[in-house]
């Protein structure tokens, strides 16, 4: 019978041996946090070791400046361009798993705004930024590296995370203090990247021939979904050949949000090349993180991307994840399998799957593959 032969395929796939499950995090730092900030404003002219990379992992080199991720014109989807514009989507998400959309629906202002409450949180005295410095148990907060390995080559960036969704783990008070503005801003900031996020859950659904409301309901729906922002502050950097802002990775959630000062620094993996993404005025990119590629069976596929740093001007970048509910499992979506498409990734929790991230730390897609069954 066809239902049985697809559950025999499934299991012999599983069966080729689940990967461990994630190691139990330490709950703290293994070394004293050092703000890249500071170290920067003492004005060093050489980069401390433990931000210089391996010669083979240097950001030189590969780098592709002829290609440009997709631009995509929102506003198409409301009008006579709308299957136009869910085509271009549709194409992106399957050649890039990147693009830059304008006319989101994120007022200018909006975007300015939550520019100038986070560029002003990173303008305070470090003692009033060191109040909210976070740990590993959490990462809510002040922050200044991912995973807890000891001795790893560390990242040239500062950053401040929190979540907005769902409501009940949103602590408010765990949100800068100041400036004062941050939290109204940001809030409304986050509302408008969620609608964006709703937005973007529906045409993946629909291009992919599911249900309008699937992907949105596979997160856990408007009340259960996760959203959290990351403020990324990269200062200048005296030898930024030899490092990253933010090292090679693709992103675990499901959909990220990214806004971008006018300071280029993102790269987005093509084969074996690295592309710049070109600031564009107002622009929201957006990638698909690991657990879109796993409720899609791999139809699309998160993407790897870095950040690289320069010796003259601050870079910052605000980011929001659209993540499903923590402790929903997710699997690829039932009607995207069976016959020649069997199962690719196993089901886990959003919880289980971040653990090992945050354990440690951005490895490329060394995680999303090792659950993936075929590679
Ligand atoms: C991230 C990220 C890139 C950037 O925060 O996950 O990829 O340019 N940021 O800040
Ligand atoms: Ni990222």
Redesign the pocket.
């Known amino acids: 019978m066809a239902p049985a032969q697809v559950a025999c395929c499934d299991s012999s796939l599983f069966s080729s041996g689940p990967p461990p499950p994630p190691p139990s995090p330490r709950f703290e730092w293994p070394e004293p946090i050092q703000r890249v900030q500071s170290i920067a404003e003492s004005g060093i002219k050489c980069l401390p070791p433990r931000y210089v990379r391996p010669v083979e992992e240097r950001p030189s080199g590969h780098v592709l400046v002829e290609e440009q991720i997709p631009l995509i014109d929102m506003s198409g989807l409301l009008d006579e361009r709308r299957a136009k514009t869910m085509e271009e989507i549709s194409d992106a998400c399957k050649k890039w798993g990147f693009f830059q959309m304008i006319n989101h629906g994120m007022s200018s202002e909006l975007l300015n705004a939550g520019r100038d409450v986070s560029r002003r949180f990173f303008q305070l005295p470090l003692e009033e930024k060191q109040k909210h410095a976070n740990d590993p148990k959490t990462y809510v907060g002040y922050g200044s590296r991912i995973g807890v390995q000891k001795g790893v080559v560390l990242d040239w960036?500062d950053?401040y995370y929190h979540h907005f969704l769902p409501a009940s783990i949103r602590e408010e008070h765990k949100w800068p203090s100041k400036p004062l503005e941050y939290r109204p801003t940001m809030k409304e900031y986050c509302n408008g990247a969620l609608q964006v996020c709703r937005t973007l859950l529906s045409v993946f659904s629909q291009n992919l021939g599911l249900p309008p409301k699937y992907l949105e309901e596979a997160f856990g729906g408007e009340e259960d979904m996760g959203i959290c922002a990351?403020v990324?502050y990269?200062p200048v950097c005296p030898q930024p050949d030899l490092t990253f802002?933010?090292s090679p990775?693709s992103?675990p959630g499901g959909i990220?949000i990214?806004l971008?000062n006018d300071v280029s620094?993102?790269q987005v993996r093509k084969g074996d090349y690295w592309v710049p993404v070109r600031p564009v005025p107002d622009a929201l990119i957006i990638?698909l993180g690991d657990q879109i590629e796993i409720l899609t069976n791999g139809i699309y596929k998160s993407v790897e991307?870095?950040?690289i740093v320069n010796n003259n001007k601050e870079?910052?970048?605000i980011?929001i994840?659209c993540n499903p509910d923590g402790d929903k499992k997710v699997g690829p979506a039932k009607d995207l399998i069976g016959g020649s498409n069997p199962v690719k990734y196993r089901q886990m929790t959003f919880n289980e799957y971040r653990m090992f991230i945050r354990t440690t730390g951005t490895k490329g897609k060394s995680y999303v593959n090792s659950i993936n069954s075929t590679s």
Do not use: A, I
């Open positions: 960036g950053y990351r990324n990269y802002g933010l990775h992103d990220t990214l971008q620094g993102l990638n991307h870095r950040s870079r910052m970048s980011v994840f």
